[in-house]
Nanobody, 127 residues
Framework: EVQLQASGGGLVQAGGSLRLSCVAS????????IGWFRRAPGKELEGVSS????????YYADSVKGRFTISSDNAKYTVYLQMNSLKPEDTAVYYC????????????????????WGRGTLVTVSS
């Protein structure tokens, strides 16, 4: 059974940093992609970033480029999302999703393309 466990959310002031973690377990293959998505109050689900575990190819939403960095520790089956220079508009519940195989520039931010979802972690950025 595939499980995704996201953690690391919390309350931070604008300009601060947080690091989210997503631990993936139960995969029978080593080639998969992990995506971070977020849902802000009253808004639709938004793709934030994605990484292909096997080759490290990463994608970012324009709204977070230059501020967020996604990385993968394959030995720990963990994907991190380092979030710097946080803004109040980054406030949301953040979810990690997983898909067997890689991602590409046209599909990484499309949530239905993913096979598995984890429970979210809340990030609140105060002004």
């Amino acid at each position: 059974e595939v499980q995704l466990q996201a953690s690391g959310g919390g309350l931070v002031q604008a300009g601060g940093s947080l690091r989210l973690s997503c631990v993936a377990s139960g995969f029978s293959v080593t080639d998969y992609a992990i995506g971070w998505f977020r849902r802000a109050p009253g808004k639709e689900l938004e793709g934030v970033s994605s990484i292909h575990r096997s080759d490290g190819t990463a994608y970012y939403a324009d709204s977070v480029k230059g501020r967020f960095t996604i990385s993968s520790d394959n030995a720990k089956y963990t994907v991190y999302l380092q979030m710097n220079s946080l803004k109040p508009e980054d406030t949301a519940v953040y979810y990690c999703l997983a898909r067997r195989g890689g991602s590409d520039s046209t599909t990484w931010s499309y949530a239905p393309w993913y096979d598995f979802w984890g429970r979210g972690t809340l990030v609140t950025v105060s002004s």
